[in-house]
């Protein structure tokens, strides 16, 4: 296993240490992993004046399996627009092909607590979140801010999806429902957007060689609020990248917890970037009290999902679930009656209870 | 007042008719009232086959305020694209040049129970969405769907905004936050978008006319996280279609009553277009069971944004609060020991209370 390690900026680097820590319990128990870390974001235009340079895209390009902590901060707020930390980040996803982003948004019972929704609308939420990544106004041409034919400056962008780009995000989609609850729900707003429309086209053809997997559409809008009225009606949701980035991030906050969801980001070969779903938090950086568990989760998706090593995955997460009941909470997610600990403290519980 | 009355599709002729019997009630007590009922959406193609035909485009035109049910229905969803009941809904958007569209989002403390989220995090939640509505990638050219120059299907839509169109939504956004608790937090993705990116620029320039109003940013992602974590941190919102589109039914499903909820959609004159948050609702239309309350609320802000009468929308406003406290609810906001009772009879208890 050749994994390139990329902590990133603001809490990034102190989240991986912890993750990595488990990587090199793994390794001390037998498993073949070898490690390369490079930076990425802020780190990485510090070091080379890029968000994403040769260096960094050499090691990711030749990795089965990449992870990563976050990107940004208020320092690079003031770059010009392709040197900025989230620049680097697109690069990567795009460079990679790195086209199925994976989210899920479950609730562990331990933290119920922690949800701004009432317990019984959320008990129980397991919702998987798949967005595509490397397409639609993410990517599309044309592009820019520019004065238009009346004469007046104007910025615009095109949404885009082309028949291929939609079959592939359906086909991981429909794969992830059958081995789950077999219910996807894909997200458009084909009433308004022909974009949309033909995604929706293409997904009712895709959906023809999956028969047991029950299929639903729903307008983006209409979601946004179901994920409020009811959220555990969904099973799958599949959806194009700009709605999935604000539907998931939506999902995410329904279990209280951001700090503990993880996220897959994976290529046509099941090669993937792994990282938290939460941001780099910067005003807490450096200070040791974030919750790695987002990151550590992550890494048990990467077993998973790029290595096909279930068992590994298994362990990783039961090792989580133990700290949790055990009553280990970093800050983020402290309640009373809890044991509050820091970031590496909590490292310590993980790697103990593997 | 010259007000064009559009019952439209599903539940919406049975709201309308109980916010028509509090304009005759408002007409009985001396307001000069003059109302024209023309169809659109479905029932307008039904009629005449277009949703939005020449008949209806006349009157709303010289109409002061148009009073709109809700427009939509199976039985259209297999119509041409152009045929649709929401593009007649778009229609007289552009056509009447309805670019503001403003929504709240406010909890009654009476149906506090309603909501999904813990009462701590609703309670006295009041925020006002302000929603560009005639621009951005609802009506951006162009679009289609079409084979692209590597041969294949794709489909496309351009995200648009001119300095113009930010300006003028923008001053609507701050004017309201001025009369509110001068708190404004502009929605955008300009990480990501150029036409964001400008969509900020622009915002913040308008800004300086408005010294008093403490102006923010936030990613549209952040956004739909926030809205959930903690949306009391919000006053006035704005932001473009479609992300507009997207946190505003989101911020009406956080009251859990979206049969409360009204809206309106100004001009640059303040003529305006009111109308419900929710849908058609077909499942429950003509069973007297719908709950018109959103409908005569939008008469309310009818009475204030484009005739001026901030008291006759009080008025209006109590009499609702006064019923609600009554204890009479429809069957949406039902709760044990209140009082169920029919949109008709929701529609009485109103005008007693006027
Ligand atoms: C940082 C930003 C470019 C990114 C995105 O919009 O994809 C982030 O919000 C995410 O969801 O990973
Ligand atoms: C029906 C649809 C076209 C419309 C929109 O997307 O604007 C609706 O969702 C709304 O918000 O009024």
């Keep these: 296993m050749k994994i390139a390690i990329l902590p990133g900026d603001g809490i990034g680097p102190e989240i991986v240490a912890q993750a990595v820590r488990v990587l090199e319990k793994l390794k001390a128990d037998g498993l073949a992993v070898e490690t390369v870390t490079v930076p990425l974001g802020g780190a990485a235009y510090d070091q080379y004046g890029e968000p994403y340079p040769e260096a960094t895209r050499d090691v990711v390009r ?7 902590g976050a990107v940004g901060g208020p320092q690079y707020d003031t770059l010009p627009r392709d040197k900025r930390p989230e620049r680097g980040l697109l690069a990567i996803r795009k460079d990679l092909g790195l086209f199925g982003n994976l989210r899920p948004a479950m ?5 119920a607590g922690a949800s701004t929704l009432k317990p019984e609308v959320v008990a129980g939420l397991d919702i998987m979140i798949v967005r595509e ?3 639609d106004i993410y990517f599309g041409q044309p592009r820019g801010i520019h004065v238009n034919d009346a004469g007046e400056r104007e910025g615009f962008n095109t949404m885009r999806y082309s028949e291929s780009e939609i079959r592939r995000i359906a086909k991981v989609a429909f794969e992830i429902a059958q081995k789950r609850n077999k219910k996807l729900c894909s997200v458009d707003k084909a009433n308004v957007l022909e974009c949309t429309e033909f995604w929706k086209e293409i997904i009712i053809d895709v959906a023809k060689q999956y028969p047991d997997v029950e299929l639903s559409h729903m307008y983006v809008d209409n979601a946004a609020m179901q994920l409020v009225r009811n959220p555990k009606q969904f099973d799958v949701i599949v959806t194009g990248n700009i709605f999935g980035d604000i539907l998931s991030d939506e999902a995410s906050m329904l279990t209280g917890s951001i700090g503990m969801l993880p996220s897959a980001s994976l290529d046509a070969n099941n090669k993937g970037l792994y990282e938290p779903c939460h941001g780099s938090a910067p005003d807490i950086a450096g200070k040791n009290v974030a919750n790695p568990l987002a990151t550590i989760l992550s890494l048990a998706m990467m077993m998973r999902y790029t290595f096909a090593r ?3 995955a298994k362990r990783i997460e039961t090792a989580v679930q133990t700290v949790l009941r055990q009553g280990y909470r970093t800050a983020d997610i402290y309640e009373a009656g809890t044991q509050k600990v820091s970031c590496s403290g909590m490292g310590d519980a993980v790697v103990a209870a593997l």
Tied chains: 1, 2.
Excluded at 62 to 68: E, H, Q
Excluded at 107 to 111: F, G, N, R, V
């Design 62 to 68: 030749t990795a089965d399996a990449i992870l990563l």
């Design 107 to 111: 609730l562990y019972p331990e933290l």
């Design 133 to 135: 990544l490397t397409g």
């Design 310 to 312: 279930e068992d590994i």
